[in-house]
């Protein structure tokens, strides 16, 4: 079999052995593993951390294969955590992985002992359920990266990172600001992957899929959970927001 050592021999070339032995021993847990979140999980394993806990209520569906990781035409209707397991798994057996099958929500948050974690990652893309776990993140001593809505957009170039206060451009963080003045601010500082470029639907999506409110990404004016719409996305736009998100937890880790 192989060894742990092998597989991060070049990571261990690059960042020295301390460096991966403090990644090994890392804890995370990652709230979304659609566009976003499925390739940030695979970028933390591949990374090496150790203890990975990944959260999502959904099943594989035909759309998600254009830009989610563990979608492709022989897992459809499989929940994803269990075939993301499978996958980072494969990717190295070593690490504790531990899928949770449900939905964050206020009323869940207990369940999730946040301040047991290094790292919480928002991937979530209901506006209701990301702006309950930034508010409850924010008030434990975890440290929280954020990811802002990655739909409606093709240039890469344009993605970026910044505290989310001082986020412009980007619809999904502009809907928070004004849910979090209305309610409860966040009780420190964080970062978040965004870009400002905001463009239109060019084709209309199926009507099974109009409406959604599990599933809420960014419109081209306001983010509107009323208002609930599928909006297009690509695979190199979310797979790079996910990667950023792994690389900010990486970099925290090791500087």
């Given at each position: 079999m192989?060894?742990?050592?092998?597989?991060f021999s070049?990571?261990?070339?690059l960042?020295?052995?301390?460096?991966v032995?403090k990644?090994?021993?890392t804890?995370?847990i990652?709230?979304?593993l659609?566009?976003?979140?499925?390739?940030?999980?695979?970028?933390?394993?591949?990374?090496?951390?150790g203890q990975?806990?990944?959260?999502?209520s959904?099943h594989?569906?035909?759309?998600?294969?254009?830009r989610?990781?563990?979608a492709?035409?022989?897992t459809?209707?499989?929940a994803?955590?269990?075939v993301?397991?499978?996958?980072?798994?494969?990717i190295?057996?070593?690490?504790v992985?531990?899928?949770?099958?449900g939905a964050y929500?206020?009323?869940?948050n207990d369940?999730f002992?946040?301040?047991s974690?290094?790292?919480?990652?928002?991937?979530?893309?209901?506006?209701?359920?990301k702006?309950?776990?930034i508010v409850?993140?924010?008030?434990?001593n975890?440290t929280?990266?954020?990811?802002?809505g990655?739909a409606?957009?093709?240039?890469a170039?344009?993605i970026r990172t910044?505290?989310?206060?001082?986020?412009?451009g980007?619809p999904?963080?502009?809907?928070?600001?004004r849910?979090?003045?209305?309610?409860i601010?966040p009780a420190k500082k964080?970062?978040?992957?965004?870009?400002?470029?905001?463009?239109e639907?060019?084709?209309?999506p199926?009507?099974?899929l109009?409406?959604s409110?599990?599933?809420?990404?960014?419109?081209?004016?306001s983010?509107?959970v009323r208002?609930?719409?599928?909006n297009?996305?690509?695979v190199?736009?979310?797979?790079?927001?996910?990667?950023t998100?792994?690389?900010?937890?990486?970099?925290?880790?090791i500087?």
């Amino acid at each position: 079999m192989v060894q742990e050592k092998d597989i991060f021999s070049r990571n261990e070339l690059l960042i020295g052995t301390e460096a991966v032995n403090k990644i090994s021993n890392t804890r995370v847990i990652l709230f979304g593993l659609g566009g976003v979140g499925s390739w940030c999980a695979e970028s933390l394993i591949r990374s090496g951390i150790g203890q990975l806990t990944i959260v999502d209520s959904d099943h594989i569906s035909p759309s998600n294969i254009n830009r989610q990781l563990p979608a492709t035409t022989v897992t459809i209707g499989q929940a994803k955590t269990d075939v993301l397991k499978m996958r980072l798994l494969s990717i190295n057996p070593y690490a504790v992985i531990t899928p949770i099958k449900g939905a964050y929500t206020e009323d869940t948050n207990d369940l999730f002992c946040l301040e047991s974690y290094d790292y919480i990652v928002d991937a979530i893309d209901s506006l209701e359920h990301k702006a309950s776990l930034i508010v409850n993140a924010t008030h434990t001593n975890t440290t929280l990266f954020s990811s802002m809505g990655a739909a409606l957009k093709l240039d890469a170039s344009r993605i970026r990172t910044a505290e989310f206060w001082e986020i412009r451009g980007c619809p999904l963080a502009a809907a928070l600001r004004r849910r979090f003045k209305k309610n409860i601010i966040p009780a420190k500082k964080f970062l978040c992957v965004y870009s400002d470029e905001v463009l239109e639907n060019k084709g209309a999506p199926p009507p099974m899929l109009q409406f959604s409110k599990s599933h809420v990404e960014a419109s081209t004016s306001s983010w509107d959970v009323r208002k609930a719409r599928i909006n297009g996305a690509m695979v190199h736009i979310t797979a790079i927001f996910g990667f950023t998100l792994a690389g900010l937890i990486i970099q925290d880790i090791i500087t």
